[in-house]
């Protein structure tokens, strides 16, 4: 007997057996969906919450370095910074007099502002005073318009380029450019509408700011806000050679001995990167440790009825071995059996967790991709083989005589 | 030749604690191709143990078992089942039917087990079951017929694969007498074309239908008659004939 055909007739047995027991194969079943669902919605998660990292991350900006007063990730050390002196915009010009390995640099200061125009009304804006080189640093791309120039920069004139969403909100039939605009109570000129850049992370939005020349930005708010300067870096590869470069730079600017320790901090992407990788790693860890679990718990309950469904047709083994049944061919017929039962739950629990994250989706960043659908397959096949593999080789190991016998 | 051969077959059962039972004590027999033999003996005699071996579903302790030439006695369970498969047609005392499945899958069992292809193995069951007078029943379920049906269903699923011989056990045990009748009839007419049959039982008159009656006690051979037609005991089966076969073998 060929394994195409004990395959075949293992398939349809298998299969007949089951009809037979729906109720139980159903409830069999049960555990596999349940676990099969917790396992795929758990990599559906990691996967969407690395997906919308990634995206966010990028609008960070890979080779730019940010001087700023706080570390990113301090932790619980914030207090140690807390007393570090105001990053001035001003340093911008010294860094990038004197920083070789820099392309741009950009001093960027920022608050909550609100814009309007005419009797429309855009609150919570993220209002940033910059210069003309911001475009460069973040490699800016327009929906319409332009960036301001260097003149217009250095001549602080009233001039504004709008994110995705103030535009939207504020013009949402009618190009804004040309178009006059209060950012508390002063005008500005439209000129450009930035290229929308999504969420953070899927929780707030990039596009919802507005930029001004720094010395508008000073004339609203004042001059004693925090700065940060970005500075773009000539060749990715040299950004610890440029970190070293800012961090004498921003010493000297700082007069600092060399007994003292850094009064700044120059952050960048990696950073943040790499906190997420770590977190993520620990989340996905455990999580697929305790979804796996559950998985688990049904695999026993496939190998426990699996057990019941030997030790029930113990006669009929007898007689299929006494008409010349191998031990492969029983093996692999209760091995098939199990094996069905997983499968057609994983497919069942896929059915049901596909619709489920995209509907997830709409709150928290998830993505099934079709590698995570395979893998939930394999796993569901793997599940099937390994808790049927016992109870089938007890089957096929029985003793004809002893298994005709049996009532 | 001798389909079947037996020489000096111990069977003996370990019960643990070095409790010994031995079944069988120097066995020797030897069937030839086309006998009705029927093999008696009392409950604990050991016969059923002999109807194990002879149908390759148990291997002997020691001795020599061949089976149409072939030594079985060192075989692995695979090759066992294999001989089954092909050499044995089994009969059993309940039937023994697979219960979800119909009569003319029941009978196909065996050909799928020796690999024989869907549409030839259909075609071959239900040409059995035609000729065991169940053509219109081919696709009743065991629990569909009834005692009588349901052991010509065992029949025709004994000759699907033309065994070399049919091990009958106890094959009208749960049969009323008059369908009794009826199967030992149809036994009856196999063996005249020329099938071997061995069969097992405890019922004087239905062991009386074969030709030979060999009976067995405490796990030796009491006696081996050959019978006449009328039923009567012709003389005592010539017991040279089983050594001489014995030594004759390859």
């Known amino acids: 007997m060929t394994f195409g055909a004990e395959f075949k007739e293992g398939f349809k047995l298998s299969l007949a057996a089951l009809m037979a027991n729906k109720a139980r194969a159903v409830l069999t079943m049960l555990g596999i969906i349940i676990g099969i669902i917790s396992v795929t919605m758990m990599g559906a998660a990691i996967e969407g919450l690395t997906r919308a990292f990634n995206n966010s991350i990028s609008a960070i900006g890979a080779d730019v370095l940010y001087i700023q007063k706080w570390p990113w990730m301090s932790g619980d050390e914030w207090w140690k910074y807390r007393n570090r002196r105001n990053i001035k915009p001003e340093y911008a010009d010294i860094v990038k007099k004197e920083a070789r390995l820099a392309a741009a640099v950009a001093p960027t200061v920022a608050r909550i502002g609100t814009v309007k125009y005419q009797n429309k009304v855009a609150s919570s804006v993220f209002v940033e005073g910059t210069t003309a080189d911001y475009a460069y640093v973040t490699n800016m791309s327009f929906d319409e318009g332009r960036f301001f120039t260097a003149v217009e920069s250095r001549g602080d004139r009233p001039l504004v380029v709008l994110g995705g969403d103030v535009a939207n909100q504020l013009f949402p039939n009618q190009n804004p450019d040309g178009k006059i605009i209060q950012i508390n109570g002063l005008s500005f000129r439209v000129i450009g509408v930035r290229s929308k850049q999504g969420s953070f992370l899927g929780m707030f939005s990039l596009d919802n700011q507005v930029m001004i020349p720094l010395g508008q930005f000073e004339r609203i708010y004042g001059t004693h806000f925090q700065a940060t300067i970005n500075v773009r870096v000539v060749n990715q590869k040299e950004m610890d050679n440029a970190k070293e470069e800012l961090r004498g730079i921003m010493r000297k600017i700082r007069g600092l001995s060399p007994y003292q320790e850094d009064d700044f901090s120059i952050n960048q992407q990696d950073m943040l990167t790499n906190a997420f990788n770590k977190i993520a790693g620990i989340i996905g860890a455990v999580g697929i440790f305790v979804t796996a679990l559950s998985l688990f718990v049904g695999g026993i309950g496939i190998m426990n009825i699996m057990f019941v469904s030997v030790t029930e047709r113990t006669k009929e083994i007898g007689i299929r071995k006494a008409l010349g049944a191998r031990r492969q061919t029983i093996l692999v017929q209760f091995l098939i059996e199990s094996t069905l039962i997983c499968l057609a739950g994983g497919l069942v629990g896929l059915g049901i967790s596909y619709p489920l994250s995209m509907l997830v989706d709409k709150f928290l960043p998830t993505s099934m991709p079709i590698s995570l659908a395979i893998l939930g397959i394999m796993i569901s096949l793997a599940v099937g083989v390994i808790s049927g593999i016992i109870p089938a080789l007890r089957a096929s190991k029985l003793d004809p005589v002893e298994a005709l016998r049996y009532e | ?250």
Do not use: W
């Open chain 2, 1 to 250: 030749m001798n389909v079947i051969e037996l020489v000096k077959v111990n069977k003996i059962y370990d019960m643990g604690a070095e409790v010994q039972v031995q079944a069988l004590k120097d066995i020797s027999i030897g069937i030839e191709k086309g006998e009705y033999v029927a093999i008696m003996g009392p409950s604990g005699s050991g016969k059923t143990t002999l109807m194990n071996v002879i149908g390759c579903l148990d291997t002997p302790s020691s001795g020599l078992y061949l089976f149409d030439g072939v030594n079985v006695s060192e075989m692995d369970d695979n090759e066992l089942a294999k001989i089954r498969n092909r050499g044995i047609g089994f009969v059993f005392q309940t039937f023994n039917l697979i219960p979800r499945s119909d009569a003319l899958h029941n009978v196909e069992l065996p050909l799928i087990y020796s690999g024989v292809p869907v549409s030839e193995r259909r075609d071959r069951a239900k040409k059995v079951l035609e000729m065991v007078g169940l053509g219109d029943r081919i696709h009743h379920k065991p629990n569909e017929l009834s005692g009588g049906q349901r052991q010509r269903v065992a029949i025709a699923r004994a000759l699907i694969n033309d065994p070399a011989i049919i091990l009958a056990d106890e094959p009208t045990g749960n049969l009323d007498s008059k369908t009794g009748d009826e199967i030992m009839i149809f036994l009856e007419e196999l063996h005249k074309k020329g099938n071997t049959i061995i069969l097992v039982t405890h019922e004087e008159y239905i062991a009386e239908h074969a030709r030979r009656i060999i009976r067995i006690r405490d796990g030796m051979i009491e006696s081996d008659l050959s019978i006449e037609k009328n039923g009567k005991v012709k003389a005592p089966y010539a017991a040279e004939k089983v050594s001489e076969g014995s030594g004759g073998q390859k």
